[in-house]
Antibody, heavy 120, light 107 residues
């Protein structure tokens, strides 16, 4: 059974750096073709894709967010980490990680999401 | 970036009605489009990939069609459990982009 679980701080202050971890099980981050995406959703708003990483370390970032984002993986821990610098209240959102299928770039299994609030 | 425009932004229909959502891409994306369903308080669920391929286990009342810049997602007979927001997502070019969503309610 494939599962993904997000973890990280619930509350961060403006200008701080956010680090979110996605722990996966049921598939490998090293010897399958599957990757991991991060997607966020501000309250009451649409989904916004942020970044993805594949086993060959291929990475891609949202155009509007790329200066603030870094995605990395630790295959020994089955974890993908997303860091976002200079957090702002507009970054308040539910953050999801999802397994991404190569070629179709379809996000076929999602974590339950983690809610992050940015406030002083 | 490729912009994805969904319409309508919301709709209400009766149980058993046929419901169609459209998604327009700002440039030709061939058939590189996926559709997701998101129920309130839940993570999205992949329903359709490659514009028209239904994922395993997805009820056959759901379907997708289209190519180029115009795409449709149809629920042939709306059921109460279909109340959700539906999103399209293109993968022709990185970065991946989602549409703004269509909220479907029961009248």
């Amino acid at each position: 059974q494939v599962t993904l679980t997000e973890s990280g701080p619930v509350l961060v202050k403006p200008t701080e750096t956010l680090a979110l971890t996605c722990t996966v099980s049921g598939f490998s981050l090293s010897n399958t073709r599957m990757g991991v995406s991060w997607i966020r959703q501000p309250p009451g708003k649409a989904l916004e894709w942020l970044a993805h990483i594949f086993p060959n370390d291929e990475k891609s970032y949202s155009t509007s967010m790329k200066r603030r984002l870094t995605i990395s993986k630790d295959t020994s821990k089955s974890q993908v980490v997303l860091t976002m610098t200079n957090m702002n209240p507009v970054d308040t959102a539910t953050y999801y990680c999802a397994r991404i299928v190569p070629f179709y770039f379809a996000m076929d299994v999602w974590g339950p999401g983690t809610t992050v609030t940015v406030s002083s | 970036d490729i912009q994805m425009t969904q319409s309508p932004s919301s709709l209400s229909a009766s149980v058993g009605d046929r419901v169609t959502i459209t998604c327009q891409a700002s440039q030709d994306i061939t058939n590189y489009l996926n559709w997701y369903q998101q129920k309130p308080g839940k993570a999205p669920l992949l329903l359709v990939s490659d514009a028209s391929d239904l994922e395993t286990g997805v009820p056959s009342r759901f379907s997708g069609s289209g190519s180029g810049t115009h795409f449709s997602f149809t629920i042939s007979s709306l059921q109460p459990e279909d109340v959700a927001t539906y999103y399209c997502q293109q993968y022709d070019h990185l970065p991946l982009t989602f549409g703004g969503g269509t909220k479907v309610n029961i009248k």
